[in-house]
């Protein structure tokens, strides 16, 4: 096993070991959503002809989910080794800041993926939605939950204490991920907000995401597509240029 593969390993198994906090717990926060939700406007809003609220609700938090926890596994790893003083045996073995990515991130998708097939098969009976175009789906997914988790691996490196990442996950994840549209169609705000909306990145991964739903959108998908992946090119560069300058973590 590559050095790289070892680290990927051992960060999978840091997170399964508590499953039940980083995976159970996630999914039973969604199916909260969609039973206050889903139970409250089923009746009263409408966003796609022929296709139910609740219906509509259920990417959105498929996504919403995949992206929080994404950004939770890398961050939460890193800051907890910097903190608790272990992050010194990682920076004795020869690990380049490229294995250290890669690992880091593809923890990450691991644990966004797992919680949202999670989402999925918990919330299954409570609507069906069509799964028009499953490789939109697999695209956004994937790319979602690597730009969080390169995101977290950012996060991780700049916070020195754990009120620091709270802080930014509080302040800049959580707003971001709620006003993206998981609970609402963009075109159901004022000309203003709709506009705002367009700003934040997070808007494009769950709208690209629920086109592979139901094959319709609030934007195009191909222009969600570029921006993700934009976004996630240009987060990518920046989380591997403080690595291998050892910001945050060479003193």
């Known amino acids: 096993m590559s050095g790289w593969q070892t680290l990927f390993y051992k960060e999978v198994l840091r997170f399964w070991k508590v499953g039940f906090q980083t995976v159970a717990a996630p999914v039973i926060t969604a199916i909260l959503y969609m039973m206050i939700f889903g139970h409250v406007l089923e009746d009263h809003v409408k966003v796609y002809e022929s296709v139910s609220y609740t219906a509509f609700l259920l990417p959105g938090l498929v996504m919403m989910s995949v992206l929080q926890n994404a950004f939770a596994n890398s961050s939460s790893s890193l800051i907890q080794s910097k903190v608790m003083g272990?992050?010194?045996?990682l920076m004795l073995t020869p690990l380049s800041h490229r294995a250290w990515f890669f690992a880091y991130v593809a923890s990450s998708v691991v644990r966004g993926l797992a919680v949202g097939a999670g989402v999925i098969l918990a919330t299954w009976w409570f609507a069906r939605p069509p799964f028009e175009a499953p490789l939109w789906i697999a695209a956004f997914a994937l790319m979602g939950a690597a730009l969080l988790g390169a995101l977290g691996l950012i996060a991780g490196l700049w916070a020195e204490k754990f009120d620091q990442m709270a802080a930014f996950q509080n302040f800049i994840i959580m707003p971001m991920t709620f006003l993206s549209g998981v609970f609402y169609s963009i075109h159901s705000?004022?000309?203003?907000?709709?506009?705002v909306s367009h700003l934040n990145p997070f808007f494009y991964m769950i709208d690209g995401f629920r086109y592979g739903f139901f094959g319709v959108s609030d934007t195009s998908p191909w222009l969600s597509l570029s921006i993700v992946g934009l976004a996630l090119a240009a987060v990518s560069a920046l989380a591997l240029r403080l690595l291998k300058t050892g910001y945050k973590?060479?003193?």
């Open 86 to 89: 272990n992050l010194v045996f």
């Open 189 to 195: 705000l004022p000309d203003f907000w709709q506009r």
């Open 249 to 251: 973590i060479r003193h």
